[in-house]
């Protein structure tokens, strides 16, 4: 057996977009015996987490909570709102508008998908075409992901509500927040959202496990003409529960609650205004790095336009099968671990190899980023792969600046 590399020992960071670094805080909350799902402080902790979700969400309509992930909440919004053989609509601009769009299919509805491909935001003006077409109003709902992971894009969902507007257009806009929730400024009210979706795992720095639908009055009343919706996935009695055990449809999931009150906690000590603040000056760091080395090498940030760019998530693209080879040092030799190339390549095609992701959502600062950037230098090194110099620096001095 060979020694393991001596730069590997230490504190691992797992920098991939999700599930996130999770706070010591947190774990600790989490770390103790069974409690009592039927009387006790579990009850008035699982009420208290409503108000604070919302607020992380800004809005003050419903939420409804889940045992699952965010496959599970996709599912969900649409079995309170959609019938089978009603129609929806998907701008996809990467994997995971793809994947919402599959499980609209899984649930009868017939999807209709605009496709802007990996590089670019949705489009307004194509998707204000398609819904100027729809004179009868068939499309009920329009399914938008903020930030979709695998390609690191970040969508305009006020733009998007305008455009719906403009039209007169009565689809209910429902937007996918599972990267974007508590990393990059989301406004669900004032941005005229709908429903919105999301899990416990990134920006809100739980393990995986649980998983949120946000709903206003006019979600309500789509849910209320539904001819009928799963007793499971009903988000009505989740979001205004008689009984403790309605909330999830049985057992709680007893050790994330803890788990969740500490992370919110967290979140709304430091202000969800300088979680977002925090976010885009580390995200802007990243990006100060990877345009130094993209001057003199093959790096290349998937998302040119700064304005289009998530601050919780960067894809990256770096020739197959330099992408894998550089994920590969790094964990091997350092203890650092990068996202993978998500949807970016057919599946089979090995070019995939040739992108990665580097996460940076939830609880991360200065230093952890200043260690990742300072990682992927190392490995850039190590491999020979060229690269511009200076890029450690220009990150520095976006800190700096602060
Ligand atoms: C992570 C993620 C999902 C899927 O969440 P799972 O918990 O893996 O089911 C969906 N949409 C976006 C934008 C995501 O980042």
Redesign the pocket.
């Known amino acids: 057996m060979s020694t393991p590399p001596i730069a590997s020992f230490g504190r691992d960071y797992l920098a991939i977009?999700?599930p996130s670094v999770m706070p010591d805080a947190v774990l600790r909350a989490m770390h103790r015996g069974a409690p009592n799902i039927y009387a006790g402080e579990l009850i008035d902790i699982a009420a208290s987490l409503v108000p604070d979700l919302k607020r992380v969400a800004r809005t003050s309509g419903d939420v409804a909570m889940y045992i699952g992930?965010?496959?599970?909440v996709?599912e969900a919004a649409l079995a309170n709102t959609i019938a089978p053989g009603e129609t929806v609509l998907v701008p996809a601009t990467g994997r995971?508008g793809h994947?919402?769009a599959d499980i609209a299919l899984g649930l009868g509805a017939e999807v209709e998908t605009l496709d802007f491909g990996k590089r670019a935001p949705m489009d307004m003006d194509r998707i204000a075409e398609t819904l100027r077409a729809d004179v009868g109003h068939k499309i009920k709902a329009v399914l938008a992901?903020?930030?979709?992971?695998s390609t690191s894009i970040r969508n305009d969902i006020s733009a998007l509500r305008a455009t719906l507007d403009a039209i007169g257009h009565p689809a209910l806009l429902m937007a996918?927040?599972?990267?974007?929730l508590g990393c990059d400024r989301f406004e669900m009210d004032a941005w005229g959202v709908d429903v919105m979706v999301a899990?416990c795992?990134?920006g809100l720095m739980v393990p995986?496990g649980m998983?949120f639908v946000f709903f206003n009055a006019k979600a309500a009343a789509a849910r209320a003409a539904m001819p009928r919706v799963s007793r499971y996935w009903d988000w009505t009695p989740r979001a205004n529960p008689e009984e403790f055990f309605m909330y999830w449809n049985g057992t709680a999931p007893t050790h994330h609650l803890y788990g969740l009150r500490t992370a919110l906690d967290m979140l709304h000590a430091e202000g969800i205004e300088a979680v977002w603040a925090r976010h885009a000056l580390l995200a802007r760091a990243i990006w100060a790095a990877c345009e130094v080395w993209a001057q003199g090498g093959p790096l290349e940030l998937n998302v040119a336009d700064t304005q289009n760019r998530s601050c919780a998530?960067t894809a990256l693209r770096l020739e197959a099968p330099n992408g894998t080879a550089l994920r590969d040092w790094v964990e091997h030799n350092i203890g650092l671990t990068l996202g993978i190339g998500l949807g970016m390549a057919p599946p089979g095609d090995p070019s995939w190899h040739g992108f990665f992701r580097l996460g940076h959502m939830g609880h991360i600062n200065g230093h952890m980023i200043m260690g990742l950037l300072g990682g992927i230098e190392s490995g850039l090194m190590a491999l020979d792969i060229p690269r511009g110099s200076g890029a450690l620096e220009a990150a520095a001095g976006v800190i700096a600046k602060g």
Do not use: E, I, L, Y
């Open positions: 977009p999700g992930n965010g496959h599970a996709w995971f994947g919402w992901v903020h930030v979709d992971t996918d927040c599972m990267a974007s899990g795992q990134k995986p998983a998530v």
